[in-house]
Each structure stands twice: as structure tokens, then as C-alpha cells.
């Protein structure tokens, strides 16, 4: 069993001073195969001033130089894929194929195009007789989750680190292996000492510790919307600038007259994607009332290719849950669920004697004020919401706390188009177009503050600034 007992601050592995283990559960046998030192509030002190002082010096280096160490911490990930495929498949429940393509290699990706990002980025340009300049945020505080644990970090970390801020990283101690990967990593780029540094424990207290750091000065977090509530509240006391990634309940829109075979097979794929581990997830599919029975049958059809099993078995499509605590909670909402009125419309599949699996289940009759169609299920629930016109259609598609995603089918996609303009979600998919990682990802409402992705992500950790200028500067310049 890996235990590990250090941490990585200022450019070192340290021995941490918590006095507790936390266990990493592998999702499949039910069995501890690791176990991982806490660290104490004077640890995240130790971090946050390594970070300060690195500060001036990281964000002073011109930022082809930061690119460069980037670059070599890309290289030093993809000889570590394997490594983190196996851990991440394990800790979260996805399929080690599946993991291996979108935990893994999508977030390697994404290192380097935040690396082109940065070559693009005007960092001093005029405006009039001003120029404006893009400073680095600061030091940042990045809180992530364990359903995507790599992806998230990379979205937080490597922008910040591009834009010459410095970082400190609490992962999910559910999921911290790509964490502990990543400074591995980082230290064999030779990044310099306090540029990133790495703690570990939960976020009741080593979290809590961390956002309130005087030294901090941004938070990006992402996790469920209650605990983004918290994190915000804290933030505030120091005016620190807060990114929130958090909850999402998003609709699937059928319009009439769209097909329906597709929309149902690629609703499924998004519900049941990550066990349904997964923010952006369409959880509720909307669709004509006189069109109910025929999505039941595509229903039933369509959840009977989810084979659930060995999750490094490459013909396994549905993976466990992270915990048994999950499981059951997501078992209380079905039979929840069904008290209130709604059906089971998917078959009885087997479940694997180990693990911790939900069967991928589909719930039909469901109105939009059953809980069910109102909260985050984190688990492979798709609930199918029948509607009379499209009025009304987007009325329940918006009545909810969130606002992440959506996905809106029609006949045509300029027809879609008109429908997907009224939603109030942070990305629209029209007629199954696929995810773009360059384009701006984060919600409206409850779903969080700031956008993550692309150029959009990367400069939610720049703050511009101003300088004003004499005329004669500009005559001398030009």
C-alpha cells in the first residue's frame, strides 16, 4: 500500500505535520490502497509564504520563460500517463479506457494549450494615452474536486502559473494521487522553489485554513454549491477575488419534429458519463408529452449498452461510484423518486458483486417539482420531463437553482439555435455538438462565479492594470 507522508512546499517534499491519515478507497474492490498524510494550518502557512516570496520573481520572468517550464512539466506528465490513468480510474470509478482518454489525455492537452494561450496574450498595449497592462492576480489558493481530480487541477494550476501567479494546491483528499503526480512532476521541470506548492487534507480544516490565508489572494475552487457558499463567505472578509465552478442540473431540450434517436443516445452518454460523477452532466431530458413512449423504448434500449464490471476491463462502459457513501445516497434519491410518482423506465441490469455501483437508471413521469428534477444527483439518474409547447419547455429547462449546461435538439440547428438563446446556462450544445475545451465553461445562478477553459479561464487570473501616460512618451515611442 503506497503511504505517503510528505508534501511539496517551496520547492521541497516536507514531512507533513498533520496528526491524521486519510484513506484512498479503490472504487471497485472496496479495499484501501493508499493512505495520505494531512497536513496542519501551520503547513498551509508554510506554503502560502513560500508562494508570496516566489511571487515577485516567478511573475517578473518574461512569460516565454514561464512557457518553457510549462512545457517541461508537460513532458514530464505524459511520462507519468500510465501512472495516472491507474490512479484516477481507481480512486473515481471510470473506466481505465475512458480514463486514460478524457482524465488524463484531454487534461495533458490542456497544459499545452494554455502554454499557446499564454504566447498569445497582449500583456502591455495602448488605449489612448494609457497603457494597460496584465499583472498576475497574485498568489492562488486552488481547491479541487475528485470527479475529474487531474482535469480540474490543470484548469486551476496551469493558467495561473502562465499568467505569473504563484499556487497553492489543496486536491480532494477522496482523489490526490494526480495531485501528489503533478508537484512529482513539477519538481522534475525544476520549476523555481514556492512557485507551486502542494497541501493535503480536508476541507473542513485544511481548506478552511487556507482561504482565509491573509497572504492569499485569489480563490478558485470548485466543488458542490453549498461548500462554494462557504468558501465565498470566507473570501470576503479579505476581499479576495473568488472563481466558483460549482452544481449544475442541466436540461436536455428535444424540440418537436428533432430526432429522436440521437437525442436520447447522446443524453444517456452525458447522464451516464463518469458514473454521472460528473457538474455539467444533462440530467433532465425534456421532451414533447405525445413523444413520451417512444423515448421510454430508445430509454430502455439505449441503458442496456452500459455494462457495468471490472473498470480496467476495456469492455466495461459504467464504472462504481467513489464511495459507498455516494452509492447510497444516490440510491435514497431513486427510491425517493419513486415515492413521489415518478417510474422506472430501464431495465434491471446486474450489478457486480463488488464495487460501488448504481445501474444506470432512467426515471420517467417526472414532473419538474420532484426533488429528483430539482437536485444534483452525482450518479447515473436521468429523469425524462414530458412538456405541451416549446414555452414551456424552456420555462422548466430555467426553473432551477443552476445554470452550467444544457443541450438543445431541433429539427435544424438554426431551429435549436433560437431555443438555445433563451436558456440560462453557460454553454449550450446544439444537435450533439461536441465539448470545445477552448470555449468558456462555468454557469449562471448557483452553478458559480468566473468561467474556466480556454483563453476565458486563463484570464480570470489576470488583473488589468492601468498606466497613464504623457503625450510625449508616445512621440518619443513611435
Given at each position: 500500500m503506497n503511504q505517503q507522508q510528505?508534501?511539496?512546499i517551496d520547492g521541497a517534499w516536507t514531512a507533513c505535520r498533520g496528526e491524521t491519515d486519510t484513506p484512498v478507497t479503490d472504487s471497485y474492490t472496496g479495499q484501501v490502497f493508499a493512505s495520505w498524510r494531512t497536513n496542519s494550518p501551520a503547513d498551509v502557512d508554510l506554503a502560502v509564504h513560500a508562494a508570496r516570496r516566489a511571487l515577485d520573481k516567478w511573475s517578473g520572468l518574461p512569460p516565454e520563460t514561464r512557457i518553457d517550464h510549462v512545457?517541461?512539466?508537460?513532458?514530464?506528465?505524459?511520462?507519468?500517463?500510465?501512472?495516472?490513468?491507474?490512479?484516477?480510474?481507481r480512486e473515481v470509478g471510470m473506466p481505465r479506457k475512458l480514463a486514460a482518454r478524457i482524465q488524463v489525455g484531454a487534461p495533458i492537452a490542456a497544459w499545452e494549450a494554455y502554454a499557446e494561450i499564454a504566447r498569445s496574450i497582449e500583456w502591455e498595449q495602448?488605449?489612448?494615452?494609457s497603457l494597460v497592462q496584465q499583472l498576475p492576480v497574485g498568489v492562488v489558493a486552488c481547491i479541487t474536486p475528485w470527479n475529474y481530480p487531474l482535469h480540474q487541477i490543470t484548469s486551476k494550476v496551469a493558467p495561473a502559473l502562465l499568467a505569473g501567479c504563484t499556487v497553492v494546491l489543496k486536491p480532494s483528499e477522496l482523489a490526490p494521487s494526480s495531485a501528489f503526480v503533478l508537484a512529482q512532476a513539477i519538481d522534475q521541470a525544476g520549476l523555481p522553489p514556492g512557485v507551486f506548492n502542494l497541501v493535503h487534507g480536508a476541507g473542513a480544516d485544511v481548506g478552511e485554513a487556507l482561504v482565509r490565508h491573509p497572504g492569499v489572494d485569489m480563490v478558485s475552487f470548485t466543488g458542490s454549491t453549498r461548500a462554494g457558499r462557504h468558501v465565498a463567505a470566507l473570501a470576503s472578509a479579505d476581499v479576495k477575488r473568488v472563481a466558483l465552478e460549482l452544481g449544475g442540473k442541466s436540461a436536455a431540450l428535444v424540440m418537436p419534429g428533432a430526432d429522436l434517436a440521437p437525442a436520447v443516445k447522446a443524453t444517456l452518454a452525458s447522464c451516464f458519463l463518469n458514473s454521472g460523477q460528473t457538474c455539467s452532466a444533462t440530467t433532465r431530458l425534456l421532451v414533447p408529452?405525445?413523444?413520451?413512449?417512444?423515448?421510454?423504448?430508445?430509454a430502455r434500449d439505449g441503458v442496456?449498452?452500459?455494462?457495468?464490471?471490472?473498470?480496467?476491463?476495456?469492455?466495461?462502459?459504467?464504472?462504481?461510484?467513489?464511495?459507498?457513501?455516494?452509492?447510497?445516497?444516490?440510491?435514497?434519491?431513486?427510491?425517493?423518486?419513486?415515492q413521489q410518482g415518478a417510474e422506472r423506465w430501464s431495465p434491471e441490469l446486474p450489478v457486480p458483486p463488488q464495487g460501488f455501483y448504481v445501474p444506470p437508471t432512467v426515471l420517467g413521469r417526472v414532473t419538474p417539482s420532484m426533488d429528483i428534477a430539482r437536485e444534483e444527483v452525482f450518479g447515473p439518474v436521468l429523469v425524462v420531463i414530458g412538456y405541451g409547447d416549446i414555452d414551456e419547455a424552456v420555462a422548466i429547462a430555467n426553473d432551477t437553482d443552476y445554470g452550467l449546461a444544457a443541450t438543445v435538439w431541433g429539427a435544424t440547428p438554426a431551429q435549436a439555435l433560437e431555443v438555445a438563446r433563451r436558456l440560462r446556462a453557460g454553454q449550450v450544445d446544439v444537435n450533439g455538438a461536441p465539448f470545445?475545451?477552448?470555449?468558456?465553461?462555468?454557469?449562471?445562478?448557483?452553478?458559480?462565479?468566473?468561467r474556466e477553459n480556454g483563453r476565458y479561464g486563463f484570464e480570470e487570473f489576470l488583473e488589468p492594470r492601468a498606466v497613464q501616460m504623457p503625450a510625449s512618451y508616445f512621440e518619443t515611442t513611435s
Open positions: 510528505q508534501t511539496y512545457r517541461k512539466v508537460v513532458l514530464a506528465l505524459r511520462e507519468r500517463a500510465d501512472e495516472l490513468t491507474q490512479s484516477i480510474s495602448r488605449q489612448g494615452h408529452r405525445e413523444s413520451l413512449e417512444r423515448v421510454a423504448q430508445l442496456a449498452a452500459y455494462v457495468m464490471g471490472d473498470p480496467a476491463d476495456p469492455t466495461t462502459r459504467l464504472g462504481p461510484l467513489i464511495s459507498q457513501a455516494q452509492r447510497q445516497k444516490v440510491l435514497q434519491m431513486i427510491d425517493h423518486a419513486l470545445n475545451p477552448a470555449a468558456p465553461f462555468g454557469g449562471f445562478n448557483k452553478s458559480g462565479l468566473g
